[in-house]
């Protein structure tokens, strides 16, 4: 459980710089998503109990603003970070190049999962496809930037939180 809550704390802080970016980038009508940057470590490097709750807890943290109904961000979240640790063995997650390639593709996975659920039956619409695909490429090109720090942020995390003694998480 503290491995999850460390992993926690460290999506807070994304939350947290994701805001004020987005914030920032307001009067432009950019807004950047990273949630591939949530799952993508923990799913890699802890076990399923472990980044799975840290998945749902970001996920609940997101859906705490969001105009959906509660659980949607959590449910695709868990989601993602249940199938990249189900292929984990399969995915270069070892170096860097490979890990910020697996947060690349549940970052563009999850947006338009949740652009689907956000929009629903107006995703017909001819207008809205260019600016999904304009958050789209910018929230990538941000991800690419930062998963090396975020992942080194979450490693060093883990480095000072020792496992339970139970061997549950």
């Known amino acids: 459980m503290r491995r999850t809550l460390a992993i926690f704390l460290t999506s807070l802080i994304l939350w947290a710089v994701l805001g004020r970016l987005n914030d920032a980038l307001s009067v432009a009508r950019v807004t950047l998503f990273g949630g591939g940057l949530f799952v993508a470590y923990a799913a890699f490097t802890l076990p399923l109990a472990e980044g799975l709750g840290a998945a749902?807890?970001?996920g609940a943290l997101l859906d705490a603003?969001?105009?959906v109904?509660?659980?949607t961000h959590a449910l695709i979240l868990g989601g993602a970070a249940t199938l990249i640790?189900?292929?984990r063995e399969r995915l270069p997650h070892d170096q860097a190049g490979g890990r910020v390639g697996i947060a690349l593709a549940a970052n563009a996975a999850i947006f338009l999962a949740l652009?689907?659920?956000h929009l629903g039956a107006r995703a017909a619409a001819a207008g809205i496809w260019p600016r999904l695909g304009s958050d789209l490429l910018l929230s990538e090109l941000f991800v690419a930037l930062a998963a090396p720090w975020f992942f080194?942020?979450?490693a060093q995390t883990l480095r000072y939180v020792p496992?339970?003694?139970d061997g549950m998480f």
């Open 56 to 58: 749902l807890l970001a």
């Open 65 to 67: 603003g969001a105009p």
């Open 69 to 71: 109904r509660f659980g």
């Open 85 to 87: 640790f189900a292929l």
């Open 115 to 117: 652009s689907a659920a």
């Open 152 to 154: 080194a942020l979450q």
């Open 163 to 165: 496992r339970d003694p």
